[in-house]
Structures are given as C-alpha cells and as structure tokens.
C-alpha cells in the first residue's frame, strides 16, 4: 500500500534577522520567491504530495498576490503560524487527517534536492523517521561556564530539514510536547520516545537567514543551474 | 615587557581535495594566491609579527617563483611541511628560539582579521592560549552506533584558526605529542594538560578547501572590499 505524502513547508520568517522590510521566504532568487523555489522541489519530487504551507496570518494576502503575479501553482493547503515554530508545525499538522508521512521543511531550504526528497519519505516509511544531516566540517570543543574540552567530531551531525516522521508518530509527540519550545522536529519526537533515524542531508541543503546567506544561495543557485 | 610574536602559517595542502593540479593554497583570489592574502592580513596586523611559513618541500620552488612574481614581502622564514599536520606544525614551531606568543594559522584561511589576530595575541598573553572559535547556527545531535540524542549546540563551538600560544605552553605540548595525531593545536595543548581558553572567530574566517569553498571565498573578499 502506498502511504499517503505530505509536506508542511514552515514560512514563519518576518524578515527581522535580516534587517529587511519584506519576511526573508519573499526575497526573490532569479526572479521568484525564495519560499516558491523551495515548494516548486516538493511539487516536482512526487505530484502526489500534498502540501501544507504555514504562513503568519498577516502574510497570506501578501502570499496570494505572489502567486498570482507568479502564476504560481497554488494547489496547496494554507495553516496559521502560531507564535513559535512549535506551534506553526502544529498547526500544520492539524491539517492532516489521513495516517501517512510528513515531511517538515524550512521555508527557507530551496536548494533540498528531489533524490533528498524521495529517501526521506522512504526511509520514513520503514524506521518511523528520516532527519537530513550533514557531518562537521571543522573541529568542535564542548564549553560549559569557563570550561571546555575536545571532542570527536565524528560523533556528531548537524540537523537539516526535511525531518520527516509517520503522521501519527509525529501528531502524537506534538500533543505531548505542550507549550514547551523545541529547536527542531526531532527533538519533539525524541522527547515523545520515538527513536530517530538520519538520513544525508547536503551542504548545499542550507537555510536561508542572514543577508550573508542570501549571497551565499545566489551561488548555490547558479552552480545547480549550471549543473543541470 | 612586550613579548615576541611569531605567526606560524601552514599550508599544507596538495591540492587533491579540490581535483586540480594546482595546491589549493596557491590558488588565486583577485589576482593573488590565497596564501599570500592570508600572510599579508599577519604583515598588516603588526609589522613586529615574525613569520613562519610551513611548506611541502616540492613547493617551496615554486613559492619563491610566485613571490618574485607578485612582487611579495617574503621576509619570511620557511619551515618544511611533515608527512601529518602534527609534524608540519611541530617543524614550525621548531624555528622559534625566543620565548614569546605564536599564532597558529592555516594558510587557506584568508580572510582573518587584523582585530582577531590582536585579540589572539593579547588574550593567549594573560590566558595562555587563544583559539578562534564560532557558534554552531544549527542544531547538532551526538551520534553512537545507530543511535542518537538531542544536544543543546549552545554547549559547542566550532573551532577556527588562529590558535595562539605561549611559545613554551604549546613547544612543550607538541613535543609530548610524540606521533600522535590530533585534529588542531588546542586539542595538542589539551592533552598536554593546558586549559584552552576560547576567542570570538569569524563566520567569514572559512577554510577554503572544496572547490565550493573557492566560490563562498570570492563572495567573502567581494564583500570585504566593498566594507573598506
């Protein structure tokens, strides 16, 4: 049996971080939104998948506009950002019904690949979980107060999204997780017992918050246009 | 009493990691090999600053080409590179007669500050030691076998260079290192049973050693100019 698919893709910038009057998802990469390179991936990687975008309230006329002016295709579900991003997911996942997958993304992440895509869901499908992480480039000490001490850094990895999980698994451990704040989906399933299984994310996966990275995404823009 | 200062500059690298023919640190950015961006950031930082460049012995030929080339300060003193990081560092080190500070630099870290190099050398001075290092900006889990938990990646840091040192704090580590092989200086002087005492690094402060890297390295100088 096929498993139903679905992406909650969370849009909760308001644009501060970057110094910037418009949220950074709207910033434009060769001509379109950064949030509509991001959900253009997910719509290319299975036309099964049903999409829900969460977006702060005062966005969604501003969104709309977008997507026409873009010709965008719309065909996604819209949720309420909430006043964290544990309660964005939330509402998010509020919207689904069925059993099935969900995968949880960054606005802000255009550059997830289809094939990333594809092994989330999948390795999902059979561990109950599929987190995208990439290794340490550079050596990392642990610091606590004044104190600090080596450690390996092959014994860590650094968190993407997708984070992806089994619809109730992941439904269940939000309604556990309260009001309590979280840095990542992982860490709300964790913290509701499940055990999470990592997937390779990618260096080129990055999330899009500093004007730094916006600069650093035009590169990364034109090396995969180059590639393709 | 001011104390000597010395700044040992490695460049290591043979360029297999980046697919070219050429050494990664001979490499051009604007015009001029990587490696003479980052010894010249030392030169401008504080003309008292003696340098110690560590080369593999097939390069230093063509080293003094590209310095008659570029017209390039090379009142330096070079030291041959060793078979590991450890022993390359260690032939630097054993240049040093003085007592005094050293800063320990990777030659493919262009983009170090004259402020960072000063707050090294003033901070291993009262500290004995000084290491450049950065907050991680996303999530980090530690990783075992197949499992794995949630760490708070408040707790770490990244570590960059320079790593500065009491001359004889890090002679006298590097010298009970034996053959052993360590991931930077902070981990020899660790061992060696000196407390490492930790510095505000840079995110723009990159070690340029993927072809990608190059890339982020032109948007960094690009932007570094534009700021002067």
């Known amino acids: 049996m096929t498993l139903k698919k679905y992406a909650i893709i969370v849009a909760g910038g308001s644009g501060t971080r970057m110094g ?31 999409i829900i975008l969460v977006l702060p309230t005062n966005q969604i006329d501003h969104w709309k506009e977008l997507c026409k002016k873009h010709s965008f295709n719309c065909a996604h579900t819209i949720a309420l950002g909430g006043s964290s991003r544990t309660e964005s997911v939330r509402n998010g996942l509020n ?6 997958l969900v995968a949880i993304h960054d606005g802000v992440r255009p550059f997830v690949s289809k094939e990333l895509i594809h092994i989330c869901y999948n390795t999902a499908k059979d561990k109950g979980s599929a987190i995208a992480s990439v290794m340490l480039k ?91």
Chains 1, 2 share one sequence.
């Open 20 to 50: 910037l009057s418009v949220a950074k998802q709207f910033l434009e990469l060769d001509g379109l939104p950064i949030l509509m390179h991001t959900i253009k991936v997910f719509q290319i990687a299975d036309i099964e998948i049903e």
């Open 138 to 228: 550079e050596s990392i000490r642990f610091v606590k107060a004044d104190e600090n001490k080596a450690v390996d850094r092959a014994d860590y990895r650094i968190m993407q999204t997708p984070q992806t999980f089994k619809v109730n698994l992941i439904k269940k451990a939000y309604a556990e997780a309260g009001n309590k704040e979280f840095l990542d989906d992982a860490s709300v399933a964790e913290a509701a017992g499940s055990k999470i299984f990592l997937v390779n994310g990618s260096y080129d996966n990055i999330k899009i918050t500093t004007p730094d990275d916006l600069d650093l995404a035009v590169l990364i823009y034109n090396k995969k246009t180059r590639e393709q």
């Open 95 to 100: 919207q689904i019904e069925a059993e099935g």
